[in-house]
């Protein structure tokens, strides 16, 4: 029977034979790492999506209302 590690931290498992982690912490771990850059991006992006949704809620308070291009630029939009 061969010996099975942890993904995350090779420490050696025991119980179930399709177990891949020790515990919660290295599962997570893994798996955060292994998102990292996707979750990069995306922080970036929902910033950038949340700024420009509080630039639009500042110059239209009450409703739908042209705003120009330029006004939106100088906004930081």
């Given at each position: 029977m061969e010996e099975r590690k942890c993904r995350e931290c090779n420490s050696i498992?025991?119980?179930?034979?399709d177990q891949r982690y020790c515990?919660?912490?290295c599962r997570n771990t893994f798996n955060n790492r292994l998102n990292e850059d996707t979750t990069k991006y995306m922080?970036?992006?929902?910033?950038?999506?949340?700024k420009?949704?509080?630039i639009l809620?500042?110059?239209?308070?009450?409703?739908?209302?042209?705003?120009d291009g330029?006004?939106?630029?100088?906004e930081g939009f």
């Open positions: 498992l025991t119980g179930r034979r515990c919660d912490y922080r970036r992006i929902n910033g950038i999506l949340r420009n949704r509080r809620n500042e110059l239209n308070p009450n409703g739908k209302k042209t705003v330029i006004t939106l630029a100088e």
